[in-house]
């Protein structure tokens, strides 16, 4: 699968589960995929739930094609991580000062997709679980 396959217009939804918190949250709005300079700009907005509390939430990535890898960078071009879409198992992780992030992505079912991350330190304790299916689509299609 090529960086050019997740182009496009795409449902999300995410479960949050804050262990070191003991709360949970959702996040349900957009992710978009359109191209830019050598690879796609990836901007998701929605409403995050969270503690009882609901938040305008977004989000901004850049991803680019590195070989049969894709690269996914921050907004401000500092490197995030890298997957192989291809892969029987397809994960990356990233280090963040004495935490770490690590995902796995699911695309057994594409076009839905699903990203799975578990971040573990001493700051930090979650997984979030992020769905994606084309818009367009039901949920009852999505099945």
């Known amino acids: ?4 396959a997740f182009r496009g217009n795409w449902i999300l939804t995410r479960t949050i589960e804050d262990r070191r918190e003991s709360r949970s949250g959702q996040f349900t709005g957009t992710a978009r995929l359109e191209p830019a300079a050598q690879g796609l700009d990836y901007r998701e907005d929605g409403i995050l739930v969270l503690g009882g509390a ?3 939430a977004s989000r901004r990535y850049f991803w680019s094609q ?3 890898d894709i690269e996914v960078h921050f907004a401000d071009g500092r490197f995030f991580h890298r997957f192989r879409p291809g892969a029987d198992q397809p994960a990356g992780e990233h280090p963040c000062g004495e935490d770490f992030y690590r995902v796995t992505y699911d695309f057994s079912r594409w076009p839905h997709w699903r990203a799975e991350w578990r971040v573990t330190g001493p700051a930090k304790d ?3 679980v992020s769905e994606y299916r084309p818009t367009g689509q039901s949920d009852e299609t999505a099945s």
């Open 54 to 56: 609901s938040y305008r």
């Open 126 to 128: 979650y997984i979030l």
């Open 66 to 68: 590195a070989n049969d």
């Open 1 to 4: 699968m090529r960086l050019e």
